[in-house]
């Protein structure tokens, strides 16, 4: 595990990316233990972009090359000061233009893509967990896939949407296929927030994979990617 000291110096930095913006799951471990934190890092205004460029620095500084992770993991649960995943906030959605909020995700998305700090993308299309779906094609959801690739991260198939209104995989089906076609790599998650979920619906994910084309997993190590077989160990 890590020193005690060196955990007392990443709350420090957690407490200081709390008044900064993005969602980051880092994992770090080696040897027989591991280590998970989870970070809130809230996006800046617009108008503090200069800032902002500091305060990227910063925050790669005191969390990205603070820690030999085996990975960092991007996800996005902020439009603004709007937390659109979050059950107390839904009624939201009834006055906002759904094309409108998927567009600003993704670019939200990108932004944390073209840092360069992250290995995974977490729930790829997240917006769609209370079942609000997009009613035109949504060009930026290709941007990101495309920019996945170019950063040559990860996509994770998350199986907490199995759990939640929309009752399916993040990402879509369409968009595991346009993955898939893109030769973006995936890696499987169960976003467990308690013990009894984790694993939770792997069957039905590697179904999907599968179903999609793909024949292999992503594993991290120490943010080196290795491929191993699906149904093999």
Request: proline share 4%; hydrophobic share 30%.
């Given at each position: 595990?890590i020193r005690h000291r060196q955990c007392?110096?990443?709350?420090?930095s957690?407490l200081?990316?709390?008044r900064t913006?993005?969602?980051?799951?880092?994992?770090?471990?080696?040897?027989?233990?591991?280590?998970l934190?989870f970070?809130?890092i809230?996006?800046?205004?617009?108008s503090?972009?200069?800032?902002s460029?500091?305060?990227s620095?910063?925050?790669k500084?005191?969390?990205?090359d603070?820690?030999?992770?085996?990975?960092?993991?991007l996800?996005v649960?902020?439009?603004?000061?709007?937390?659109f995943d979050?059950?107390?906030?839904i009624?939201?959605y009834?006055?906002?233009d759904?094309?409108e909020?998927y567009?600003s995700y993704?670019?939200t998305l990108?932004q944390?893509i073209?840092?360069?700090c992250?290995?995974i993308?977490?729930h790829?299309?997240?917006p769609?967990?209370?079942?609000?779906?997009?009613?035109?094609?949504i060009?930026?959801?290709?941007?990101a896939?495309?920019l996945?690739?170019?950063?040559?991260?990860v996509v994770?198939?998350?199986?907490?949407g199995y759990?939640?209104p929309?009752?399916e995989?993040?990402?879509s089906?369409?968009?595991?296929?346009?993955?898939f076609?893109?030769q973006?790599?995936?890696?499987?998650?169960?976003?467990a927030?308690?013990?009894?979920?984790?694993?939770k619906?792997?069957e039905?994910a590697?179904d999907?994979?599968?179903k999609?084309?793909?024949?292999?997993?992503?594993?991290?190590?120490k943010?080196?990617?290795?491929y191993?077989p699906?149904?093999?160990?």
């Amino acid at each position: 595990g890590i020193r005690h000291r060196q955990c007392r110096h990443t709350v420090r930095s957690c407490l200081w990316v709390l008044r900064t913006g993005c969602y980051v799951v880092g994992g770090g471990g080696g040897g027989g233990g591991g280590v998970l934190f989870f970070l809130m890092i809230r996006r800046p205004p617009r108008s503090t972009q200069s800032r902002s460029s500091a305060a990227s620095d910063v925050y790669k500084r005191q969390v990205v090359d603070f820690y030999d992770w085996d990975y960092l993991l991007l996800s996005v649960h902020f439009l603004d000061d709007w937390a659109f995943d979050h059950p107390k906030y839904i009624h939201y959605y009834e006055n906002r233009d759904i094309n409108e909020i998927y567009r600003s995700y993704y670019k939200t998305l990108m932004q944390g893509i073209e840092t360069g700090c992250y290995n995974i993308v977490a729930h790829f299309d997240l917006p769609k967990k209370f079942r609000y779906q997009p009613t035109e094609t949504i060009v930026e959801e290709d941007q990101a896939i495309q920019l996945c690739k170019k950063f040559d991260m990860v996509v994770e198939v998350n199986t907490a949407g199995y759990r939640k209104p929309i009752g399916e995989a993040y990402p879509s089906e369409k968009i595991l296929r346009k993955c898939f076609q893109a030769q973006v790599p995936l890696c499987l998650g169960s976003d467990a927030h308690r013990p009894y979920e984790v694993g939770k619906e792997f069957e039905s994910a590697l179904d999907l994979i599968k179903k999609v084309g793909y024949t292999h997993l992503t594993q991290f190590n120490k943010k080196r990617k290795t491929y191993y077989p699906i149904g093999k160990e």
